[in-house]
């Protein structure tokens, strides 16, 4: 071809002249055959049989444009289609690897621009959101402070109010036990009063006879005779028998015994006899000295030799007279000790001859038991005001904790109930005899402290998920279980069957909260396979103080939890790959290794799979047996579960797109959803059969 502005000649289909780059005009009809098929776009001649314009690559799918006729049309889908067969594709569901890795890059492109659009975006509302934030916390801040002021001020009035109230306490607690300490004085003096009247009624009429007559014989025997007036010899003292008496001087008005005329008292009943008959001047000593009245200890001698007195004329017949009145004495105080009398002390009698000594009587009443004694005893009664003291702190504990409780601090309200109930069970260790009071006080405040427990775990089960909220509530519950424990090992009555009821469902609460929250994650048109690992970590993080997994073990790999930290895994596993190829720090072989290395603890994925497969092939490597495993797995589920996996599926129940086919989804126990999954029959043969494919 010719160009018409240097003459220079061009190659056929040249558009522009190599030398002066005058634009060429397509001549028609040049070396083609007249009638030959044309581009629609740019008019150059077309080979017979070809797919594309040489000149500008327009594919051949519609009649040329012009006044020459079109050739027959070209089925573009099936020419795309031989060229996927020709590629040698897993599978005629799936598309050849250049076009995918194509698509890929255009989506990653698209998703990075995207990204970079919602960073900006993003970055403006963290601003915004910043300053907003920043202003609600300098409000908050001054609220805060300003709460924490009035808090301030309300607590020191509150502990000025109950320092006022405990020093009132004390004051009235102190003058109690003043007023009960006379109270105690003033019962154990009228106590005293009492036990010494009964002694003194319980002693009979002759104990007093009895002294009174012991005391003039002492008297009568520690008299000194008186000495006769000369100085004859005296005759020699003969001894003198005893039935020997001193005549009588009447008969005793009471008892009408015999009466010695030298005493005033009967010596038997000792009842006064009035005024004996007159004495003779020689014998007036002797009467003066036998009516006086003296207690004699046991150290006196019983009898002592008489001295002689000058002025006594005749001692004979005062000597028959002792005598006489010593026998009348000894009959006396013989029929005072045989005749039965009680006291509660020790009687000594003294006589001339010997002393006799009676001894207090052995009491015949059965022993009583000390501990039955104790029983017995009434219960120790307090005042009001004694209780008021005792259960001060206590009280005040519960009127904080209902404070607390009634502005929604739950947390802060169970803490002062549970201090509440071990002041009042440390009043009754200290002392014993309040416990039933201290059973009232704990039954009242307990079904309080139950709520508080169980109203704070509901605040932290509305919070957003993470495996912290189980701890703090397993904590929260194992702590108020222990109180309760220990309030019955000391006999309290106490009601927690609300709190064990919630600690034994806490752990299939939590798991299920977990799953709901993986299972809302696929409801979403777009949804971050980064943050399902995040939640299956967190839940897998969760640990019992022996170090066991609280929620699941993963060696159990039906748990529905263990299906989904499979599924999650897989996918984390598989960006890392994506992310490491991308910034060059890894080629497709170890990509591709990387995969097929985690198959097994992903529970064989078919996502990973044909992942692996891909990278095998762009890596040079064998890859047959992935191709089998992943073949033999793909005409399982279409057989057995009537599912269809493709890379461009639409998920309407058969057709499901690789990349949103929820492997984790068990249909036995129908969860998710009801057609996208595997039952647990599918996925034991896959269990059985994969592993064969990698040996």
Same mark, same amino acid.
């Given at each position: ?55 500008? *690559?327009? #594919? ?16 573009? *889908?099936?020419?795309? *289609?031989?060229?996927?067969? $020709? ?7 799936? /598309? ?29 509302? $963290? ?41 009132? $306490? ?122 006086? !009245? ?18 006594? /004329?005749? =001692?004979?017949?005062?000597? +028959? ?24 002390? !020790? ?18 009443? =059965?022993?009583?038991? =000390? ?60 002392? #014993? ?7 009232? /006080? ?56 609300? %709190? ?14 977990? %799953? ?22 967190? $839940?897998?993080?969760? !640990? ?30 598989? /960006?890392?790959?994506?992310?490491? +190829? ?88 129908? %969860? ?6 595997? !039952? ?5 043969? %896959? ?9």
């Amino acid at each position: 071809m010719k160009c018409p502005n240097c003459n220079t000649e061009n190659a056929d289909g040249a558009k522009f002249c190599a030398r002066c780059g005058h634009k060429l005009e397509a001549v028609f009809g040049s070396g083609a055959t007249a009638g030959a098929p044309v581009c629609s776009n740019c008019g150059n001649p077309l080979a017979p049989g070809a797919k594309f314009c040489k000149v500008c *690559g327009t #594919p051949v799918a519609a009649p040329a444009a012009g006044p020459a006729s079109a050739g027959p049309a070209v089925d573009a *889908g099936a020419a795309s *289609g031989a060229v996927a067969g $020709a590629a040698g594709n897993l599978s005629s569901r799936f /598309k050849p690897m250049d076009e995918v890795a194509a698509e890929e890059a255009a989506a990653r492109k698209a998703a990075e621009e995207a990204a970079a659009r919602k960073a900006a975006e993003e970055a403006a509302a $963290a601003e915004e959101a910043a300053a907003a934030a920043a202003a609600r916390k300098a409000a908050e801040e001054a609220a805060a402070r300003k709460a924490a002021e009035e808090a301030a001020a309300r607590k020191a009035a509150e502990e000025a109010a109950a320092r006022k109230a405990a020093e009132e $306490a004390a004051a009235r607690k102190a003058a109690e036990e003043a007023a009960a300490r006379k109270a105690a004085e003033e019962a154990a003096a009228a106590e005293a009063a009492r036990k010494a009247a009964q002694e003194a009624a319980a002693k009979p009429a002759s104990y007093d006879r009895y002294a009174r007559a012991e005391t003039a014989f002492q008297e009568a025997e520690t008299a000194e005779p008186v000495a006769p007036a000369d100085n004859t010899a005296q005759p020699k003292e003969e001894p003198v028998s005893a039935g020997t008496t001193a005549a009588p001087a009447g008969f005793c008005k009471a008892c009408g015994a015999p009466l010695d005329p030298r005493y005033k008292f009967c010596m038997k009943c000792g009842t006064p006899v009035g005024a004996a008959p007159a004495a003779s001047a020689g014998d007036s000593s002797k009467t003066d000295k036998f009516a006086r !009245t003296k207690v004699v200890s046991e150290d006196t001698p019983i009898s002592k030799k008489p001295e002689k007195d000058p002025n006594k /004329k005749s =001692p004979l017949g005062l000597i +028959l007279g002792i005598v006489g009145g010593i026998v009348v004495l000894a009959a006396v105080v013989i029929l005072l000790i045989l005749k039965p009398w009680d006291s509660s002390d !020790t009687a000594v009698a003294t006589t001339p001859f010997d002393t006799v000594t009676t001894e207090e009587t052995e009491s015949t009443a =059965p022993a009583v038991d =000390p501990a039955q004694s104790a029983e017995a005893a009434p219960a120790r009664e307090f005042t009001e005001a004694e209780l008021a003291s005792f259960f001060a702190e206590g009280d005040t504990l519960v009127t904080d904790a209902q404070a607390k409780a009634s502005a929604g601090d739950q947390q802060a309200a169970y803490s002062s109930y549970a201090q509440a109930l071990s002041s009042y069970a440390a009043q009754a260790d200290q002392e #014993p005899a309040l416990h039933d009071k201290v059973n009232e /006080k704990i039954a009242a405040a307990f079904p309080s402290y139950s709520d508080s427990i169980l109203g704070y775990n509901g605040f932290l089960f509305e919070q957003y998920l993470n495996g912290g909220l189980y701890v703090q509530a397993r904590n929260t519950l194992d702590e108020a279980l222990a109180l309760a424990n220990d309030l019955t090992a000391k006999g309290y009555t106490v009601d927690a069957s609300a %709190i064990q009821s919630q600690r034994d469902g806490l752990r299939d609460l939590f798991r299920q909260k977990y %799953i709901d929250a993986f299972n809302e994650f696929t409801t979403r048109e777009n949804w971050s396979r980064d943050e399902a690992w995040a939640l299956m970590q967190d $839940a897998y993080g969760v !640990t019992e103080q022996n170090g066991s997994h609280s929620l699941f073990e993963l060696s159990d790999l039906n748990d529905p939890l263990v299906r989904r930290y499979h599924y999650a895994y897989a996918f984390a596993t598989r /960006k890392a790959a994506e992310k490491s +190829l991308a910034e060059g720090v890894i080629g497709y072989e170890e990509a591709a290794s990387q995969l097929i290395s985690i198959l097994p603890a992903c529970d064989y994925s078919p996502l990973i799979m044909y992942d692996a497969i891909r990278y095998s092939n762009e890596g040079g490597l064998d890859n047959e047996n992935l191709r089998q495993a992943f073949s033999a797995m793909l005409d399982y589920l279409e057989a057995n579960e009537s599912i269809v996996l493709t890379d461009a599926g639409s998920n309407d129940g058969q057709y499901i797109d690789i990349n949103h086919f929820w492997y984790f989804n068990d249909f036995n126990s129908g %969860i998710s959803d009801d057609y996208n999954g595997v !039952t647990q029959a599918t996925m034991e043969w %896959i269990r059985s059969n994969m592993p064969g494919y990698f040996q």
